[in-house]
């Protein structure tokens, strides 16, 4: 773990560092626009060949799509306490996405025209659900049911299989709890090609959702435009933003957490105590050497920090412009520094809200923004499942009241055909079909 203190000759790195973006590799970059261009070309045969080069198993185009009777046994195969986990995590997830959701509404304008406007879930979305050392049940569910709850009829998932196919039951099982309609058993980003362009098989996607590696994150910026993108979420991060009162082997436990998820991951420590920074460090060699993942967590440490800032001004403002995908605040009183937290994707208040609590169970999604993304983009909701639609009626009366107003920026910016698509209907004594009085 690197350790900064304000009287470090490299203090001013260390912080430097906390507001660099992320940024695409090249190689990563050129890689993925390969892929793109090849599954774009040759549909199925390049996703076949791809999933064979990058997953080691050679599949027919009839064998992409999960069936039937793989769910059914998948939910054969799943013990009671997998079940009830689901099924907490699912409600609450649920419950949450649907209290999210925005509202049809309108309003009369000052010249008395009603205006809203309607909000109708995408007819079809593709959801990326990471695999590899992991089946990441708590994805599924913390992306494909905020789907079901915005309405959207076609709920297509991508996840890569193992070498024998197959996709683990458990992730399966939850996939369908979702409220998947459709799953395919490829990765990558061969598997976002397919969701954008279309292949044989997959029909194209109007928006695409979901967390992955680098290549998938990559994909998913060069598809923007194409297709619409939720976020471009990538290894993951906690930052711990705490005092002297917090619990050093509760942040240690915190930040490990995360270390484990990948060797990308980032986990840091903002604090004023010296005597709290200590015994974190202390903490966290003495925890880790019990993981199970502690290759992971090794190498995940040489990216992890504590930093003893000068004040605890300063910590909320190198917070703000971390803008960490977690932040953990533990101090005395955290209500009067929650207002100043502004690019956080998820805030955890206190020192019994570990992140793991919202990794799976809490309700917020947990695909949150990362490498700095959170300055501009928000994490998963149900409402970008939704198509925003303006809703405008008029009366005689009331364009009438308008006219004058149009004119005029008619007259500004040249427009004689803006001006008289709206004197006629006013020049006319009487109504014409499709008037309304609304």
Not at 39 to 62: N, Q, Y
Not at 233 to 239: A, H, K
Request: charged content about 25%.
């Amino acid at each position: 773990m690197r350790v900064f203190r304000p009287g470090d000759p490299d203090y001013g790195d260390g912080i430097a560092a906390l507001t660099r973006m992320a940024e695409p590799e090249r190689r990563v970059a050129e890689s993925v626009a390969e892929i793109l261009l090849a599954v774009r070309a040759r549909g199925d045969e390049a996703l076949i060949d791809l999933t064979e080069r990058f997953d080691r198993v050679r599949l027919s185009p009839g064998a992409l799509r999960v069936t039937e009777a793989e769910f059914g046994a998948a939910e054969r195969a799943v013990s009671e306490d997998v079940r009830a986990a689901v099924a907490a995590a699912h409600g609450n997830v649920r419950a949450f996405a649907e209290a999210s959701l925005r509202k049809d509404w309108e309003m009369v304008n000052g010249q008395g025209a009603l205006v809203g406007e309607r909000f109708l879930p995408f007819d079809r979305v593709g959801l990326y659900v990471p695999g590899g050392s992991a089946p990441l049940v708590s994805t599924a569910l913390m992306t494909v049911t905020l789907g079901a709850a915005a309405g959207v009829p076609e709920l297509m998932v991508a996840t890569p299989c193992g070498r024998d196919g197959a996709i683990n039951p458990n992730l399966l099982y939850a996939l369908r709890v979702a409220g998947a309609t459709e799953v395919y058993r490829v990765g990558g980003a061969q598997a976002i090609a397919a969701m954008a362009f279309g292949t044989e098989t997959i029909a194209a996607a109007a928006k695409i959702f979901g967390p992955g590696n680098s290549y998938v994150v990559e994909a998913k910026r060069q598809c923007f435009g194409r297709v619409a993108i939720d976020l471009l979420p990538g290894p993951s991060e906690i930052l711990v933003l705490a005092d002297e009162s917090a619990d050093p082997a509760w942040i240690a436990a915190d930040l490990l957490a995360q270390a484990e998820h990948d060797p990308q991951s980032v986990a840091g420590l903002l604090t004023e105590s010296e005597s709290l920074l200590e015994a974190v460090a202390a903490e966290v060699e003495r925890q880790a050497r019990s993981l199970s993942r502690n290759d992971i967590v090794t190498r995940a440490l040489e990216r992890a920090f504590l930093i003893q800032v000068a004040s605890w001004q300063e910590g909320i403002a190198l917070a703000n412009a971390f803008a960490p995908e977690h932040l953990s605040l533990v101090c005395r009183d955290p209500e009067a520094v929650i207002p100043l937290l502004r690019s956080a994707g998820a805030i955890f208040v206190g020192g019994y809200a570990p992140v793991a609590a919202g990794d799976f169970l809490a309700g917020p999604s947990h695909t949150l923004p990362t490498g700095g993304a959170g300055k501009s983009f928000a994490g998963l909701t149900a409402d970008q499942f939704q198509r925003r639609t303006s809703v405008l009626r008029f009366d005689r009366e009331a364009l009438d009241r308008s006219r004058a107003f149009i004119e005029t920026f008619c007259r500004v910016e040249g427009l004689d055909a803006h001006a008289r698509s709206t004197a006629i209907r006013l020049e006319r004594g009487d109504r014409s079909l499709g008037a309304s009085d609304f």
